[in-house]
């Protein structure tokens, strides 16, 4: 009976909500949707994504076009596309999503496969963003009216823009009481050169005008997919993500060909070859078809056990049949930008700790891991990161979902360093930095990455942003004030190192939270950078090292002793604590030992009984100090990283 009603409502003319599909649904309405897509001609597909800045609707209107095409109920789903619970607490997308969606245009009296690839908008994920709208034939650029535009989404415009991506402007939250329609749409006009009429306003809230007018212009302005059924099958692998019972689930768009289950596949890349166990599409949830075909995007099933093997822009193409497949281009690995150690909070919790970053690890291919050991913190990890946010957004995955507690020590970046004899090193720990006598006699240069920072802000802001990126070693290379709406967009020349200490947090500061930034990597530039140490009498603490720039040096090391000694406990001996850079002490903070009334006994006694007995406590004090161990808990080391 329930399967008999699903299909009445898939080929019900008016396409009212369909029931939410999952593994288990009745074989038939599997077989239904099938048939409806075999119907479908290829010239009859839309794939699309949404480009926006955070906050400025794109999940909702992505709920909003799934209730309207009958994937899911209306009014019971909310992000759906969000699966993760930090995209659904921060309001990010994290990983690239698709959902295939059926839509009957009554203009036409025909049906439409619509994809949409529900993209990040960070630039630490802009990997898996370019793979995604390169699935795509068009984009949503989602404007919110009462914002305007904002870095994030012009530098995700740039992009879409430069891959030949058909551009549909669309104003959102047209129904609040403070939206600015026509200042909205100016700020398209003026910052991206696309024509005011072209303009659709909707409020993805509501659903106003969602259905009128923007599904009919997905219909009209969006290419249908350009590959051939009759070539090689060869797909372009978008995302991946570990499932428990069935291993890796791969993104793929269906670039060329046809790809049935049991068809043995091979990857571009690693050169493996995999069968494929299941295929379908995402309805919204995986839903096995059994077969993807030219132009359509779904998941495929191929046995790969490890993530590391899914590499994002991959080609997948049939087994003996890679001579005549070209492989497609523009594949990059991804090279981590942000590096932290981190380690257990109670050390005897390092193999259960270990076992939540493997299997975390597992779901995002893009973080690097190795093992290192601190003389303070004892067993961790080096990570890697894509970025500063990829770094936070994993760090609250392993404390929410897992239960974990970390110590995190101060982010670093990747340092270039160059010899007179010709070769160069990556170094990713400031424990690999050179020292004095070695960057005297071999090293040549030293490069820090740098990144175009993009930021939009009010005008009454710009002297306090324009400040806060000078004192961070800014190099300012445009400025443009955007007519009519009193905002303007600045672009500077960051170091990357600058960024990941907080540079975004006292931007909103500086800005009462107005403003928004966007940054894009530009490759690396040479710099006087420096080790700094913190020295407990004399020995260096491993996990507190940082690499910086000589002119923060003094400044930093300083700040650093007399907040580390806040929580150093006194011991019996004298405790020194100092700040060393090229190996020369900058900063120095004192302890003083804790000293013992040793006169206290004495009632009635000559001078020199008193004297001998503190010249004894005296001797005894320099001896300890000289053997023994300042104990510094974890709770101190925790206490300062995160100041």
Known sequence: MLASQAIKRIFHRSWKPLVRFNHGKAPTAIESIKKRIEDIPIENYRNFSIVAHIDHGKSTLSDRLLELTGVIQSGGNKQVLDRLEVERERGITVKAQTCTMFYHDKRYGKDFLIHLVDTPGHVDFRGEVSRSYASCGGALLLVDASQGVQAQTVANFYLAYSMNLKLIPVINKIDLDHADIAQAEDQIENTFELPKEDTIRVSAKTGLNVKEDLLPAIIDRIPPPTGCLDKPFRALLVDSWYDSYVGVVLLVHIVDGTVRKGDKVSSAQTGKKYEIKEIGIMFPDRTPTGILSTGQVGYVVPGMKASKDAKIGDTLMHLGREQETEVLPGFEEPKPMVFVGAFPSDGEEFKALNDDVNRLVLNDRSVSLKRETSNALGQGWRLGFLGSLHASVFRERLENEYGSKLIITQPTVPYMIKYYDGHERLITNPDEFPDLAERRNKVQAIQEPYVEAIMTLPQEYLGNVIKLCDHNRGQQTEITYLNMTGQVMLKYDLPLGQL????????????????????????????????????????????????????????????????????????????????????????????????????????????????????????????????????????????FLRR
């Open 500 to 639: 990941v200490e907080d540079f975004f947090g006292k931007l909103k500061s500086v800005s009462r939270g107005y403003a928004s930034l966007d940054y894009e990597d530009i490759g690396y530039r040479d710099s006087d950078v420096v080790k700094l140490e913190l020295l407990i009498n004399g020995s260096s603490v491993d996990a507190l090292a940082q690499v910086m720039h000589s002119s923060q040096v003094e400044r930093v090391g300083r700040a650093w002793v007399k907040k580390f000694k806040e929580y150093i406990k006194a011991q019996l001996f004298e405790v020194v604590i100092q700040a060393r850079a090229n190996s020369k002490i900058i900063a120095r903070e004192t302890i003083k030992a804790k000293r013992k009334d040793v006169l206290q006994k004495l009632h009635a006694s000559d001078i020199s009984r008193r004297k001998k007995l503190l010249v004894k406590q005296k001797e005894g004090k320099k001896h300890l100090k000289s053997v023994g161990n300042v104990q510094i808990n974890q709770d101190a080391y925790q206490a």
